[in-house]
């Protein structure tokens, strides 16, 4: 696609359920980022794709937290058994070669 | 580790001109971004400087020394559009590390 997308846009939640948020990077683009944004404060990255494979998962806050890619395309944030504190923009990023990061509009994720 | 600073929040008159710095302190350095975003927008592109010195884009300037871990980002003739959050990302091998952001507010 001409960008990336992210859906949904927003989701709210009940605590304790699971959810999963999808991205759509660039057609072409084999590095994928995810990142999250708390109200106010800075991108806090998450985990880094490369291909399907994801060599750092060193930003899951914890393992409610997982993620995959397949196909090198679309990538799917899980989270389970939802927390308040998890409220946040979730933003998916893509990039050919490690250069040039497109960002996704995010999800805003409201867990109630 | 990574430390990435800049101001919170930055007000200026529409017409005038403002700087955003940015220091930084991290474990390995290939490269400085700026990010432009919008309340509920997904970030955008502005600059990105790996030398030192100044990349000049329209009205948009990025500066760095990597010598003081330093950034700064100039914008002229401040438009109401200009209003938004501006980010500065470290790029260490594959990852960007970001500062907080700072909030410029464009008064008319």
């Known amino acids: 696609g001409a960008g990336v997308s992210q859906s949904p846009s927003n989701k709210v939640t009940e605590k304790g359920k699971d959810v999963e948020l999808r991205c759509d990077p660039i057609s072409g683009h084999t590095a994928l980022y995810w990142y999250r944004q708390r109200l106010g404060q800075g991108l806090e990255f998450l985990i880094y794709?490369?291909?399907?494979?994801?060599?750092?998962k060193s930003g899951l806050p914890s393992d409610r937290f997982s993620a995959e890619r397949t196909g090198e395309s679309v990538s799917t944030l899980t989270i389970q058994r939802t927390q308040q504190e998890d409220s946040a923009v979730y933003l998916c990023?893509?990039?050919?070669?490690?250069?040039?990061?497109?960002f996704g509009s995010g999800t805003r994720l409201t867990v109630v | 580790g990574q430390n990435i600073d800049q101001p919170t929040e930055m007000t200026a008159t529409e017409g005038a001109i403002v700087q955003i710095n940015c220091t930084y302190q991290t474990s390995g350095f290939n490269g400085l971004f700026w990010y432009q975003q919008h309340a509920g927008e997904a970030p955008t592109f502005l600059s990105y400087n790996v030398l030192d010195g100044l990349e000049e884009k329209g009205r948009f300037s990025s500066f760095l020394s990597r010598s003081k871990g330093y950034s700064y980002l100039l914008l002229k003739e401040l438009q109401m559009k200009d209003s938004a959050s501006y980010l500065c990302a470290v790029k260490n091998d594959y990852k960007l590390s970001f500062g907080a952001g700072t909030t410029v507010t464009v008064r008319a």
């Open positions: 990023a893509s990039s050919l070669q490690n250069y040039g990061y497109t």
């Open positions: 794709f490369q291909g399907n494979s994801a060599p750092d």
